[in-house]
């Protein structure tokens, strides 16, 4: 087994001493649908992940604390959800304990899902947490192996226009050129954000054999949100504050 990077050692060990209190701050937010980003529109009125996802194979990259995994599985669907926090986990096993549904959940890293068999999922997604991921290629070329031919995938983060603003202001911080990780570090550890222009994320994603299909920027509901010290409304409403990204495997034969 190779070495842990050390930017995905710091995310995992900020993920495993900030989950407590994350949870604490946003569970219920993220409670009861699928959260694509702060004041975003449902799932249930964006169907990003189709019509339904009754009696589908759903997989679930970078869970957290399962509050998406448990509604889908409450949706029908048989759900799979993979994440490197051990603490994170033990919130997601306890959240769908209490929901009563059926979630497998899976300590790893996304970057490598060699414990999941080829072709066995019908839908795969990340609702904002990839931009906490380094290396995005292995990553994407992993969940296309994953997905059965037709499968969907889908992904939020952070709009890259978002990114280079300072936090709550319409003041640039940064060129939307550069490519050097984003280090946040406070008393409870180190978190590692990597950059990327639209074009980083398209050619990551058709690099690894996935066909892009829509690119998403919904206007966000008029609520706030428990991320308003990042995201506030009265910003985001005047720029996108996050991204939902669709692709699919394609159902002609792979040579």
Known sequence: MSPEPPNTRANRENWNTT??????????????DVLWGPSMPPERDLKV????????????????????A??????????????????????????????????????STVEDLS???????????????LGFVEDIRRTFGE???????????????????????????????????????IIFTDESGTEVDFHRTYGDWLRALTE????VTDILEPEPLPKENTYADIFPL????????TTIWRARRPRVLEL
């Open 19 to 32: 989950s407590r209190a994350y949870q604490k701050s946003h569970h219920r937010e993220l409670e009861d």
């Open 49 to 68: 992940l189709g019509s339904t996802v009754t009696g589908k194979d759903v997989l679930e990259i970078a869970c957290g604390g399962g509050q998406s």
């Open 70 to 107: 448990a509604y889908l599985a409450e949706q029908g669907a048989r759900v799979t959800g993979v994440d490197f926090s051990s603490e994170q986990l033990a919130h997601a096993r306890a959240h769908v304990e209490s929901k009563k549904v059926r979630v497998r959940f899976i300590e």
């Open 115 to 129: 414990i999941l068999e080829d072709s066995s999922f019908d839908i795969a997604f990340s609702a904002y947490a």
């Open 143 to 181: 969940i296309r192996r994953v997905l059965r031919a037709g499968g969907l995938f889908a992904f939020s983060w952070m709009s890259p226009m978002y990114a280079i603003t300072r936090d709550g202001v319409f003041e640039l911080k940064r060129s939307y050129f550069d490519r050097t990780p």
């Open 208 to 211: 690894t054999g996935l066909v």
């Open 234 to 241: 009265e910003k985001i409403r005047m720029i996108p504050g």
